[in-house]
């Protein structure tokens, strides 16, 4: 199983999804970075640890967010 980290995420994501995103921490949140997210309402994902999600349920919030942008 691969480790969740920043890195991960954000390959993960370009692997399934074929975009370039990073994942920035914030204070007590996440957030997704990059040309995908520009026009996003929100790129936010609250949560105070990265583990706390696995590669997957990290996808499925990206998704969520870019569903809610359209």
Known sequence: MTRVTLKSVAAHIARKR????????????????GDVC????TTSV?????TVL??????AEFDQL????R
């Open 38 to 41: 520009d026009t996003w309402q």
């Open 18 to 33: 074929g975009v370039t995103v990073e994942l920035v921490r914030g204070n007590g949140y996440f957030y997704f970075v």
């Open 66 to 69: 870019a569903h809610e942008a």
């Open 54 to 59: 696995t590669l997957d349920e990290w996808l």
């Open 46 to 50: 609250l949560t105070n640890l990265l």
